[in-house]
């Protein structure tokens, strides 16, 4: 599954994602705590929100107070993100090729947005992540926690499970620096994974 075979899936169901799933608070309150502690330590400089769909979470940490931009490549979440929150910098973009110089950025949320990337192309976003932060900067990862690495039906298009050991080894091989995880199963939910790490210097 292509970056662009992904775009046009969430586009043909962006208004049924967008009434479900649009608002922050719609999302699990220990998601928030944990992004928000997260963003709280990466206020030095930009962060941007990579698969930011239809910009709630980047209008969350504009909120925090942080200098924040949104980048999606479903032009359907864009503009629904531009006319809501028309102060916010949104932007087509995909994660592994991001506008960001080397070094320029604090910090890169990618919160479930890499859910559809097989797993012989990870490397090759994390990679780009790892060019755009600066040494000590963040990254913060949101995903589906499983035993095994494989593929399941979501309700869009094929996504991937992650065990967390094996993702946060694909993370510090790009040169980050695993600091956090955090693991849980909600009632009704698939099992939840999040990785924060660090830039290496």
């Known amino acids: 599954m292509t970056t662009e075979q992904t775009s046009q899936a969430y586009g043909r169901r962006a208004a049924e ?3 479900l799933l649009g608002t922050v608070d719609a999302l699990a309150a220990p998601d928030r705590a944990f992004v928000g502690r997260w963003a709280d330590e990466h206020r030095d400089g930009p962060i ?8 709630h ?7 925090r107070g ?4 949104g980048v999606d490549p479903t032009p359907e979440f864009v503009a629904h993100a531009r006319n809501r ?3 916010l910098d949104i932007a087509l973009g995909r994660g592994e090729a991001l506008d960001a110089g080397d070094a320029s950025l604090s910090g890169i949320l990618a919160w479930y947005s890499l859910i559809h990337t097989p797993p012989e192309r990870i490397g090759d976003i994390l990679g780009e992540f790892a060019r755009c932060v600066a040494p000590g900067g963040g990254l913060l990862v949101g995903f589906f926690e499983g035993g ?6 979501h ?8 065990p967390v050991e094996s993702l946060g080894k694909k993370i510090e091989e790009a040169g980050f620096t695993v600091i956090a995880r955090d693991t849980r199963v909600d009632p ?8 924060a790490a660090v830039r290496a210097d």
């Open 188 to 195: 009704g939910h698939r099992p939840h994974g999040a990785i």
């Open 48 to 55: 941007v929100d990579v698969g930011c769909g239809p910009g």
């Open 148 to 153: 095994e690495l494989e593929a399941f039906d």
């Open 66 to 69: 942080l200098s924040v931009s």
């Open 17 to 19: 994602y967008i009434e």
């Open 57 to 63: 979470w980047t209008q969350w940490l504009h909120e």
């Open 155 to 162: 309700a869009v298009t094929t996504a991937y499970f992650w």
């Open 85 to 87: 929150y028309p102060h």
